[in-house]
């Protein structure tokens, strides 16, 4: 059974860090790339980073860019989201998502992805 567990979220003020896990177990955990999407009250979930199986390449969504850091530990199966600079615009609900097993392509598109966690919430107030 493969598992996608989330922590990490919370309440924060903005201009303050988080930082999210997913612990992960049922799969190759070092053969699949990693995501992290969100989706914010009224809106549609949106991909915010990704890191690829083999060289650890990453991919950021652009209003992300330099405040978040993805980032993976293959020995504990778990991938990570460092957060800085949080604004308001960045309250949602983090989902991490595995997928791409062997590729070293991926892509943002949610539905290519094979498996969710459950989310946990991040809230950042003014």
């Known amino acids: 059974q493969v598992q996608l567990v989330e922590s990490g979220g919370g309440l924060v003020q903005a201009g303050g860090s988080l930082r999210l896990s997913c612990a992960v177990s049922?799969?190759?955990?070092?053969?699949?790339?990693m995501a992290w999407f969100r989706q914010a009250p009224g809106k549609e979930r949106e991909f915010v980073a990704a890191?690829?199986?083999?060289?650890?390449?990453?991919d950021y969504l652009d209003s992300v860019k330099g405040r978040f850091t993805i980032s993976r530990d293959n020995a504990k199966n778990t991938v990570f989201l460092q957060m800085d600079s949080l604004n308001v615009e960045d309250t949602a609900v983090y989902y991490c998502?595995?997928?791409?097993?062997?590729?070293?392509?991926?892509?943002?598109?949610?539905?290519?992805?094979?498996?969710w966690g459950q989310g946990t919430q991040v809230t950042v107030s003014s």
């Open positions: 998502a595995a997928g791409f097993e062997g590729s070293i392509i991926i892509a943002r598109a949610q539905e290519d992805w094979d498996y």
């Open positions: 049922g799969i190759t955990f070092s053969r699949y790339a």
């Open positions: 890191i690829e199986w083999s060289r650890g390449a990453t």
